[in-house]
Every structure is written in structure tokens, then in C-alpha cells.
């Protein structure tokens, strides 16, 4: 199925107004529906994608084959395509029905930025507690440390739904500190109410295997052809 990006987004990017530009961006549901979006200035390359690869749309010749037709269209346009942004991203979502049962969590629960500063950061995570409504972080602290947490994101979604992220610092990874976080954290999401979602690269075996270890349901792949305005 071909479907093309809003008009006005479109516009905007080929009128060098962007500094991020998505000509193209394909996805696969877990049921196996197929979905390109595209711009419409890019329709002749989405179609020829589609009749080539669409029994194998993400297999390696695909992916190379649609970034090098979107890099050469968009360069005269002023854009550089980035094929390390348009890595494929595995996307999970809890299940409704019920919330995890956990046991024996070593993760605690960070509030606030005050709490979060209090400790020495291994991870490289920055969570964000600006807003009110924001949600905690969950940490495995180890002395003074933070070497492993799960966070909400700032992505935002019309239905309510929250993402979240694992960072664990090289150091303490397979220890099933990044399960524990994240575990933690979509506990109590789920408590909440709140639907929760996770990404991560389908190269990030370690990252997949917290979202199958945590009970979240594949709902499908994705792949972004990203642009950066070459400024």
C-alpha cells in the first residue's frame, strides 16, 4: 500500500525549510501489511520499490536500493540522506490485559531532577522532570551510581500512549539490569493506566530481548529515510 506524506509537510522540505526531511519511510504491521509513505514528488520511486521488494522489504537489498534512489533525489535539494538514522526500528507495545508481576526488582523509583543529580549518572540517559506530569525514571544504583534506567521519552502521541527507553552503562550490561528498569517503569505505567510503547534498532539484539523478556507484543518494523538539511 502506497500512501503519501501531508502536503504541507512536503512542501516545507522540498523548499529547503527543514532541517529533517522523511521522503519515505516503510512499515510492516506484525500481521504483514505493508505501508510506504511517501512524498508525492517521490511516487515513481515508492511504486518501483513496492513491485521489487515487497515480498522482502526490509532484506538488505531493499533497504540499499530505496537509500540510494532517496539520496540522489534529495542532494540537488540541499539534503545529505543518513543511513545510520534510517537503521530499522523494531516497535513493541504492552498488553492491555493486565498488569507485569514483578519480583525481586533492585530498580528504584527517581521523581525529580533533584533526586536523579544526587547520583553520579553512568548511563548517558537524561530524563526529563520539567513537567508536573512527568513520569519517574527507574534506576539500579550502585555505589552513588546509576548504572542502569528506564525512562519515558518525549515523544509525543495523540492517544495518550507513553514510550519508554532502557540505557545501561557498557559496564553492567547481562546483568538483567535493563530488564529490571524497565520492568519496573512499565509496571507502574500500566498501574497508571497508560498505554506503553518501546523501540529499538533491529541491530540491538540486547534492547529486543528487554522488550520480549518484559512481555511486550511486537506490532511491527519500521524504516525511516531520514534527511538532514545539508547546512
Not at 30 to 35: E, H, I, K, R, T
Not at 114 to 124: I, P, R, V
Not at 154 to 161: L, P, R, V
Amino acid at each position: 500500500m502506497l500512501k503519501f506524506e501531508d502536503a504541507a509537510v512536503e512542501r516545507a522540505a522540498l523548499a529547503g525549510e527543514a532541517y529533517i526531511a522523511i521522503p519515505a519511510e516503510v512499515y510492516q504491521n506484525a500481521a504483514g501489511s505493508l505501508q510506504v509513505t511517501a512524498y508525492a514528488a517521490c511516487e515513481t520511486i515508492a511504486r518501483h520499490f513496492l513491485s521489487l521488494y515487497s515480498a522482502d522489504p526490509f532484506c538488505s537489498d531493499a533497504l540499499a536500493w530505496l537509500g540510494s534512489r532517496i539520496a540522489a533525489f534529495m542532494a540537488p535539494r540541499g539534503y545529505k540522506y543518513n543511513a545510520e538514522a534510517s537503521e530499522v526500528i523494531l516497535e513493541y507495545a504492552a498488553p492491555k490485559n493486565g498488569v507485569l508481576q514483578l519480583q525481586n526488582t533492585e530498580a528504584i523509583q527517581i521523581q525529580d531532577q533533584y533526586t536523579w543529580l544526587s547520583y553520579e549518572n553512568e548511563t548517558g540517559a537524561e530524563p526529563d522532570f520539567s513537567d508536573d506530569k512527568a513520569e519517574p525514571a527507574f534506576a539500579v544504583v550502585e555505589n552513588g551510581r546509576i548504572v542502569s534506567c528506564a525512562c519515558t521519552n518525549d515523544s509525543f502521541y495523540t492517544n495518550g500512549a507513553v514510550e519508554v527507553y532502557v540505557e545501561t552503562a557498557p559496564a553492567y550490561r547481562g546483568r538483567g539490569y535493563g530488564k529490571c528498569c524497565a520492568a519496573s517503569l512499565i509496571s507502574h505505567l500500566q498501574r497508571r493506566g497508560l498505554d506503553v510503547l518501546y523501540k529499538c534498532y533491529a541491530t540491538n539484539s540486547a534492547s529486543a530481548a528487554i522488550a520480549c523478556a518484559c512481555g511486550l507484543e511486537r506490532t511491527g518494523r519500521r524504516a525511516s529515510f531520514v534527511c538532514y538539511a545539508d547546512v
